[in-house]
C-alpha cells in the first residue's frame, strides 16, 4: 500500500528550463493538492483538482500548469523555470465525501539555479 | 479568502511539561481545522482534527479546542516527549467546494529532555 508518492524527490534545474514534479496515490482520492513550502509562508496552495479533467488554480499559480488525465496522477510542470520557485512542493489527496483529511506525499525539494 | 495565523513560531518545553500552540482564523464559514506535523524531511503529518459543530477533541496526550465565536483553535500536548520535537502547522477550510487548506506559518516544538 504505497498512498501517495512523488518523484523526483531531489532536482535541481538551471533557470528557464521546463520542470515536470509528479504525484502519484493509490486510493483512489478524487481531491488533489499541490502546495509549495518556504521558509516564513507555511504551506500555499497552487493548484488543486476536484476530480480527473477538472483542475483549478490556487493562492500561487503564476509559472505553473497541472494536468489530470487519471485519477491517481496529478503532475505539477513549471514551464520555465525561474530562481523564485525553488521550494519544496507537497502534493497531497483527500477522499470526496465522508472524510475530509488531506494526506500528504513526502514532497519534492527543487533547487533552480 | 481565508487568513490563518499561528503563535508562537518557537516554542521550547521540559520534557514532561505541556505545550500549546494558538491559531486564529479570519473566514467565519470554515468549518474543518486540521493540526499537522511536520518532521525534518518529511511530509505533513495529520495529528488530530475538529469540524466546527464541536468545541473539543481529545486523542491520548493531543487535544484541539475551537472557539467559533472567537474564531480561534488550539493544541494542546499534555507530558511532552522529545519525539514530540517537530514543526507543527494548523489549518483551516469549508470542507465544500475546492476544499484547500489555508496553513499558519508553523511553530517549531523543541521538548527538552
Known amino acids: 500500500d504505497a498512498g501517495i508518492t512523488q518523484s523526483p524527490r531531489y532536482k535541481i534545474t538551471e533557470t528557464g528550463r521546463q520542470v515536470t514534479l509528479m504525484c502519484h496515490q493509490t486510493w483512489s482520492h478524487s481531491y488533489m493538492f499541490w502546495y509549495r513550502q518556504d521558509l516564513g509562508h507555511g504551506l500555499r496552495l497552487i493548484y488543486y483538482?476536484?476530480?480527473?479533467?477538472?483542475?483549478d488554480k490556487g493562492e500561487v499559480p503564476d509559472g505553473y500548469v497541472v494536468s489530470r488525465s487519471k485519477t491517481e496522477n496529478f503532475p505539477l510542470t513549471l514551464e520555465s523555470a525561474t530562481r523564485s520557485q525553488t521550494s519544496v512542493y507537497f502534493c497531497a489527496s483527500s477522499a470526496r465525501t465522508g472524510v475530509y483529511e488531506q494526506y500528504f506525499g513526502p514532497g519534492t525539494r527543487l533547487t533552480v539555479t | 479568502g481565508e487568513n490563518v495565523e499561528q503563535h508562537p513560531s518557537t516554542l521550547s518545553v521540559q520534557e514532561g511539561d505541556s505545550a500549546v500552540i494558538k491559531c486564529t482564523y479570519s473566514?467565519?464559514?470554515?468549518?474543518?481545522f486540521p493540526w499537522y506535523k511536520q518532521e525534518l524531511g518529511k511530509g505533513p503529518q495529520l495529528i488530530i482534527d475538529i469540524r466546527s459543530n464541536v468545541g473539543e477533541k481529545k486523542d491520548q496526550r493531543i487535544a484541539v479546542t475551537l472557539n467559533k465565536t472567537a474564531k480561534h483553535f488550539s493544541l494542546h500536548i499534555t507530558e511532552t516527549q522529545p519525539e514530540d520535537s517537530a514543526v507543527y502547522f494548523c489549518a483551516a477550510t469549508l470542507d465544500t467546494g475546492r476544499r484547500a487548506l489555508t496553513f499558519g506559518s508553523g511553530t517549531r516544538l523543541q521538548v527538552q529532555p
Open positions: 473566514d467565519s464559514a470554515s468549518n474543518y
Open positions: 483538482s476536484a476530480a480527473a479533467d477538472i483542475t
